[in-house]
């Protein structure tokens, strides 16, 4: 590639405050759940292992939304990109649940 | 069929026969989402695995407070993973983790600032909040590598398994519990960390072509954006790692 020493003539636009002010709530929003799930992981008991695990399954759900919708921006993509991407992850989903449920039915056999 | 009809219809144009991007993104970035899709596939496989054998052993049931380190049972994550740098015998459960988790979600915040200032062709700015990133990749790789050591090394008191004093973790020995859980701590977090390495190579290779004003030549920071959605993905999985392997 051959080195040109002329620079193209570049106009900056300046910054777009609303937009940057989002993104920061953005992240405060994502600091303030990961905060939450410290407290819970340290007040709620372990007793409560199934409303523990609810909980902190539905905020990371919180977070990924807050990290792919805004962050990668998908939220205001196309519809169709939108479920392209989202519709393959219900296998995943169901693949969790298959699998968590045939490593309990392996420990039941152990016993 | 109406056999009356006779003024010739124009055929219906679907936005799919061509001409038009029915995705409203470019080639490159679309190609960027469909990989990490494929990766989040690969990401699940690993996390999956991890809750179908771990769900396979039984789980510590007696009161927290009496908790040791036993092969008979898969270990609770919190008593795994309490010690902090430079403050040896301190119990901090999860405090370290915790600063990792802020370091990359702050690294992904600089990143998506990129962006913003590449869309407005400030190369300035872009140069400013890629180094912020780039620093916040090698803090984070540079946390993951003390945590290792530690996983490794293991520190307290040894655990006897079969008459044998065993001390930290490898592939097939275990201080903490049975020997899959260190398997997967190595091989999970080890498959994100080589993400997070990746990614900050590709952070370098995008600041350098900003400092060198390739994209100001190019007309676009398009390739800010790309490379973004793929810092974006590795916060992301980091997000689910922190719930599935250290906190539940």
Known sequence: MASHSHEPKVTVLPPDKAKIKKLWSVALILLIITVLEFIIAFTVPHEYETSRVTIFILMTIVKAAYI????????????????????????????????????MAIFNTRL | MASTSTSVQTPGRSVWDGGVSPMGASYGKLMMWFFLLSDAFTFSALLITYGLVRSAHPGYDGPIDDYVFSPAYWPVPEKVFDAIPFFHGLEAPLVFVGIMT?????????????????????????EKWMLWTIVGGLTFLGCQAWEWTHFIVGTGTPTIIDGVEVFGANLVQNQYGPPDFADFFFFITGFHGFHVFSGVCLNFLIY?????????????????????????????????????????
């Open chain 1, 68 to 103: 792919v919708g805004e962050f990668m921006h998908l939220r205001h993509e196309a519809k169709v990109l939108i479920w392209s991407i989202l519709i393959p992850m219900v296998f995943v989903i169901w693949m969790l649940v298959a699998f968590v449920y045939e490593g």
């Open chain 2, 208 to 248: 350098y072509n900003t400092v060198t004003g390739v994209y100001d030549r190019r007309g676009h920071y398009e390739m800010v954006e790309k490379v973004g959605l793929y810092w974006h993905f590795v916060d992301l999985v980091w997000v689910f790692v922190f719930t599935f392997f250290y906190l539940v």
């Open chain 2, 102 to 126: 802020f370091i990359l979600i702050m690294s992904s915040v600089t990143m998506v600032l990129a962006v913003e200032a590449g869309h407005r062709m400030d190369r300035a700015a872009v």
